[in-house]
């Protein structure tokens, strides 16, 4: 009897050792005669899981003032205060897994403010650091928040595009001179016996390093947010399938605004692809030329015909979107139509907001409402409507919500209802 309890007992044990082998999550299998791997249970990661799944909410005004469900994604909920904390997580991670960055390397990036504050704030979850140039045009707040964070925060005068001082022109040969750098003065390393041969996507020579080493420096990456398709890919793999999954697949429309266009391009593709039928448009600021690009093939606008474009490229005070340029994320986009926004439109839209359902958001936001409900005057009653609540208000306070600056341009709100949004 004493050997049959024994018996039972050692398979009693070995059926729950294989129970929680094969129904504990944590583990996976990597393949035949691999070790299993801890997989890395929520929370984990510490702020970088804190980064999407934000609210999808209605938009109560003004899904009632036109019959239309019109929802908003609240990225302003993420940590960074932004929807570019998913691209700056995307490009980052993509870049360690390159091998175009390490820790302790310094990650650069030309930004009207937002994705710089949000590579800023998820930067040193990463063990690396973060150098921005920034147009000194942009609210002032941002560059506070930036020098806040940590990050080291270089100012330009605003130029066109095609200027070498360009604040993304900038903030590439930053890049190149840390990689310089990096290159005369790193010594190479062993890494369990095996010479590490390839540092931030460049092959050390070992007679042109430097004898005097910067010991924790490790070079500079240009996360070049408006080419890198990382961006795209930060929404084609999260935003859209969460508005897909909030909306039950119910959804008929999507409108935002773009300034690299990596929000519109990822979101719209992820959903034309889940259903066709989802019409998908863009909302266009002044002086940009991406509404002409869509709506009639050609880039170019009326300012530019007229010759009368403003040192500023983008002739907005909404920041962070409009662009006279096509970008390599803006061209993944799946487009059915594009409206036109006015600053006015915008002013009037952030104060509407604010007042009739406690909203307080930022330009680009605010833009993207407008956009929002020029597409429901357009497809009528009835149908759900998705935009992105970008950012804030809170770093916009010095210009969107500046009384005395709107004055200057005669963009002081006076609407009482929705009739300032001009239909077209």
């Not at 007042?355 to 597409?375: E, I």
Request: charged share 25%; hydrophobic share 40%; net charge neutral.
């Amino acid at each position: 009897m004493a050997a049959v309890a024994r018996t039972v007992v050692v398979a009693t044990v070995a059926l729950a050792a294989l129970s929680y082998f094969f129904c504990d999550r944590r583990y996976v299998q990597l393949g035949k005669g691999k070790k299993k791997e801890k997989k890395k249970r929520e929370g984990e990661r510490g702020l970088v899981d804190a980064i999407g799944n934000t609210p999808l909410i209605r938009i109560n005004s003004l899904s009632d003032a036109t019959g239309c469900e019109i929802l908003g994604k609240c990225e302003f909920l993420n940590p960074g205060g932004s929807v570019k904390d998913r691209v700056a997580v995307k490009i980052i991670e993509e870049a360690l897994e390159s091998g175009k960055l390490v820790r302790g390397g310094v990650v650069i990036e030309g930004s009207a403010g937002s994705t710089a504050i949000s590579l800023a704030t998820v930067a040193p979850a990463y063990g690396c650091r973060c150098h921005v140039v920034i147009p000194d045009d942009a609210a002032i707040e941002k560059s506070q928040i930036l020098q806040a964070l940590g990050a080291t925060v270089e100012r330009v005068r605003p130029v066109s595009i095609t200027h070498r001082d360009h604040f993304v022109n900038i903030a590439r040969r930053r890049a190149a001179e840390a990689d310089e750098v990096a290159r005369k003065s790193w010594r190479l390393e062993q890494e369990d016996g095996v010479v590490i041969e390839q540092i931030n996507g460049h092959h050390p020579n070992k007679s042109q390093l430097d004898s005097t080493v910067l010991g924790n420096y490790n070079g500079g990456f240009f996360a070049d947010q408006f080419e890198n398709l990382a961006n795209f890919r930060a929404h084609y793999e999260g935003t859209g399938p969460e508005i897909w999954e909030q909306t039950s697949g119910t959804i008929d429309a999507f409108v935002a605004a773009a300034g690299t266009g990596g929000t519109l391009a990822g979101v719209s593709r992820y959903l034309q692809e889940k259903n066709p039928k989802v019409k998908c448009f863009l909302i266009d600021p002044p002086g940009s030329g991406l509404y002409n690009k869509v709506t009639r093939g050609v880039m170019y606008t009326k300012e530019e015909a007229e010759g009368r474009r403003l040192k500023n490229p983008f002739d907005t005070i909404t920041e962070g979107i409009g662009i006279n340029r096509l970008t390599e994320n803006f061209m993944m986009a799946n487009l059915d139509g594009a409206f036109r926004g006015t600053d006015k439109e915008a002013v009037e839209m952030s104060r509407f907001l604010m007042k009739n359902d406690g909203l307080f958001l930022g330009s680009s936001s605010a833009m993207n409402c407008v956009g929002a409900v020029k597409v429901a005057q357009s497809v009528g009653p009835g149908h759900t409507i998705v935009t992105i609540l970008c950012d804030s208000g809170m770093r916009h306070l010095s210009k969107f919500y500046n009384d005395q600056y709107l004055c200057k341009y005669g963009l002081m709100p006076e609407a009482a209802g929705l009739d300032f949004i001009s239909v077209k």
